[in-house]
């Protein structure tokens, strides 16, 4: 018994020093290596953790992005590069934790990457607590026009998209997928100004978690495509002055609640 109670202030010591640690992801552009590597750090201990909080807007600057930020709202961060002759868009959104509800002590992080203007990459990003799994690291490789995935629900650990062969990947059944793309976002949406547009933004509804495109200053005859999976909505003041055709047809809209709000259902 003595021993047991030897042992006590020691245990309780233990204890109560917790994990003290604190989560970032760092947006790294390698253009010397033609790369780009996105990963999720952790930073461990009183010094460095206090640190990095105190300092967070600061480490922004860096591309090191603070996804513990208890006092923070949602961020919203898009990167954009120039290499080899590719333009590379990466979003960020960032929702810390909230300390409410199923899943409120961890953040959710969810990324897309759009190479030449196709999205190639769909998914959450860090510890993603619906399904249990981890995705810690992503690269891409312009030259190559290549994606690895880092995710430990996979055999081989690393899932790899060939962009140059139509591949996108796609965060579906709690794992990364790969997919043609004509296959996983079936619908090609054309988007056409009958004059100047100030800002548009179209979000697929049809993936998960959810692709939101914004355009800014269209000229007059100015078109978009790209590809879409399911129901799209529209937010624009003007829409009136917009076209849309899906797959070569017109779509029928359905006005919602809110000032140039729209829904398109795909059907005529």
């Not at 109560?16 to 590597?37: C, H, N």
């Not at 312009?142 to 081989?156: H, I």
């Not at 043609?180 to 978690?209: M, W």
């Not at 076209?243 to 029928?252: H, L, P, Y």
Request: proline content about 4%.
């Amino acid at each position: 018994m003595k021993r047991y109670l030897t042992l006590l202030p020691f245990l309780a010591c233990h204890f109560l020093s917790g994990d003290y640690f604190t989560e970032f992801i760092k947006y790294d552009a390698q253009p010397e290596f033609s790369r780009i590597v996105i990963t999720n750090e952790t930073i461990r201990g009183h010094r460095g953790v206090d640190h990095f909080s105190d300092n967070s807007k600061k480490y922004e600057k860096d591309n090191m992005f603070h996804t513990r930020d208890y006092e923070g709202g949602p961020k919203h961060i898009e990167k954009v590069e120039s290499m080899d002759g590719h333009e590379v868009k990466c979003t960020l959104t960032i929702y810390p934790p909230s300390g409410q509800g199923y899943g409120g002590a961890v953040p959710w992080n969810f990324i897309q990457v759009y190479f030449d203007g196709e999205l190639v990459l769909n998914s959450p990003f860090g510890y993603y607590h619906q399904s249990g799994s981890t995705i810690p690291k992503i690269v891409i490789h312009p030259q190559e026009q290549m994606l690895e995935v880092f995710c430990d629900k996979t055999e081989e650990s690393v899932f790899f998209g060939f962009i140059e062969h139509g591949d996108i990947l796609l965060f579906t059944d709690g794992i990364i997928r790969r997919d043609k793309r004509e296959h996983a976002l079936p619908f090609s949406l054309n988007l056409t100004c009958q004059k100047q547009i100030d800002e548009i933004t179209v979000i697929d509804e049809g993936t998960y978690p959810i692709v939101e495109r914004k355009f800014k200053k269209l000229e007059k005859g100015e078109k978009r495509s790209f590809r879409v999976a399911g129901p799209f909505r529209v937010f624009c003041e003007d829409l009136l002055n917009l076209k849309f055709e899906v797959n070569g047809e017109e779509v029928a809209r359905v006005k919602e609640e809110g000032e140039g709000n729209y829904r398109f259902d795909l059907v005529k």
